[in-house]
């Protein structure tokens, strides 16, 4: 049960087609990802529904075929140092 | 139990418990790092908080992803209101956010 970390950019920006999705296969493993998504379409929304927004262009496959995705989401302009 | 049954369930844990965390394990044995490291989080932040292990319950471990509208464990409630999992918890906590939230929504806290 793992997951490149190209199709996980692709459904993300399928989904935000404005996104910038930087990924990180923090164990080499296709299975532990860190991702940081910055995307206009984020503001004005919480942390939770940002959140949300980012699992749902996942449709699915997280917590099922991707087991652990850290995620931080941000708009754009405002992502973490 | 079948899916309104586990709602009406989640509804009530997160309506009377000022903060309840839905997890894999119990707060002593967490069964996952994901669980574990916000055990860690309330702990540090002197939150008496109620553990809900969801591997004791399949219908519950499904249920409150549909509930929460959160694809995975662990999730974190305070006062009736969804909070988010662990990435956004140890961020809040990390940036004071939870503090303020814990303070502005009166969650007893120990010294």
Known sequence: MAMEAAEI??????????????????????????ALVTSATFAGKSRVQQHQMVYGALRGRMGSELHA????????????? | MNEN?????????????????????????????FSAAVVQVLSEAG?????IDVLSDPSLREGVKQFSNWPTIPQLYIKGE??????????????GELDQVLTEKDVPRAG
């Open chain 2, 5 to 33: 049954a586990v709602f009406t369930r989640i509804q009530q844990e997160v309506e009377e418990n000022p903060v309840v965390l839905f997890m894999k394990g119990t707060p002593m044995f967490p069964q996952c790092g």
């Open chain 2, 47 to 51: 939150v008496k908080f109620k553990g």
């Open chain 1, 9 to 34: 950019e692709r459904l993300i920006k399928e989904a935000l087609p404005d996104a910038r999705v930087l990924i990180e296969d923090l164990r080499g493993d296709g299975d532990h990802y860190a």
């Open chain 2, 82 to 95: 969804f909070v988010g999992g662990c990435d956004i918890v140890r961020e809040m906590y990390a940036s």
């Open chain 1, 69 to 81: 995705l850290a995620l931080q989401t941000a708009l754009p302009g405002e992502e973490p140092a």
